[in-house]
């Protein structure tokens, strides 16, 4: 600018009849150092000419300190974005691949959840059928006790019936109770250990008809030793149950522990799951906007590049 400011009035000075006179060494070149003589251009007809080349020169000048300016100005602001788009991008390339890590975590540790909710459900129903089986198994062990029980006490009864009869009668003609051979006949299996054939053959026939009870003492024993198989029999039932209810009590209170315990375990296993696929969505949706962000910061750092270097050549 300097340079074609100082040739432009050197060459117009002849032609308009201008004294120019240029005066210093200073780096920079204005108006004030190009000197017109002026009183000298009032009597020539061309003044106004010389006025408007003075002006125009002064615009010059003008001009190039603004220009100079604004291209300071874009050289600030390319250096500034230039770094900081780069900056930009070097964050969203390191979100980016810790998005990508995250995302390969989340996708393994809720396979690996799904896993172990899949097996806690297989555990909880195998605890589930199990104490299922051993409450049908107890039930039917309580119904064949009570049934049994039910038997053992009428027998009981009906012996007790049978020696107080007996008691009654003793030395008169008595008939012993059918009852009495019903039980015979019932529970030969039980009795067939404590009873000869011969005190069956007696029992019998003092069942089928009426006669002198001359063998009390004998039909005494023989039924006091019916009784006690019975009460014997009944009280070791009664055993049986109360082992066989105390044995499911322990079962069942096993069973239920694990079955909670298991349920405990898939509530906290299917919560996990639900925050490891929130997370999961999450990140695969800041991943996706990350890129996209990216992708921008790229189209502007390469178009503000091409841009600066055209800025630096004109």
């Known amino acids: ?33 190009i000197t017109f003589d002026e009183e000298g251009a009032k009597n020539r007809p061309v003044s106004k000419v010389i006025k408007l080349l003075h002006d125009m020169l002064k615009q010059m000048e003008k001009e190039g300190q603004e220009d100079e300016e604004a291209y300071d100005k874009m050289k600030c602001w390319c250096i500034t974005n230039d770094k900081e788009k780069s900056q930009s991008i070097a964050d969203a390339e390191a979100h980016v691949e810790d998005l990508t890590s995250k995302i390969e975590k989340y996708t393994s540790l809720s396979a690996q959840t799904s896993t172990e909710i899949s097996n806690l459900d297989s555990e909880k129903a195998a605890d589930m059928l199990a104490l299922d089986h051993a409450t049908a198994l107890r039930q039917k062990q309580l119904t064949e006790f009570n049934a049994e029980e039910k038997d053992m006490l009428q027998s009981v009864s009906s012996l007790t019936s049978a020696v107080t009869i007996l008691a009654k009668k003793k030395g008169a003609m008595v008939q012993m109770p059918r009852s009495v051979q019903n039980l015979m006949e019932k529970h030969q299996s039980l009795l067939s250990g404590i009873m000869t054939h011969s005190q069956r053959t007696a029992v019998t026939a003092l069942i089928q008809a009426p006669g002198y009870a001359k063998q009390g003492g004998e039909i005494f024993g023989i039924l006091g030793q019916m009784k006690e198989t019975f009460e014997t029999n009944l009280a070791t039932t009664q055993q049986e149950e109360s082992s066989n209810q105390k044995a499911y009590d322990e079962l069942k209170a096993a069973k239920e522990g694990e079955i909670q315990a298991g349920q405990d375990m898939l509530d906290e296993k299917t919560k996990l799951l639900a925050d490891t696929d929130e997370n999961n969505a999450q990140a695969a949706q800041d991943k996706v906007n990350t890129k996209k962000i990216l992708s921008s910061d790229k189209e502007f750092l390469a178009a503000l590049k091409e841009k600066c270097t055209l800025n630096d050549s004109e």
């Open 1 to 33: 600018m300097r340079s074609a400011m100082i040739v432009a009035a050197m060459l117009l000075a002849p032609v308009l009849g201008v004294n120019v006179i240029i005066t210093g060494a200073s780096s920079e070149t204005t108006m004030d150092s």
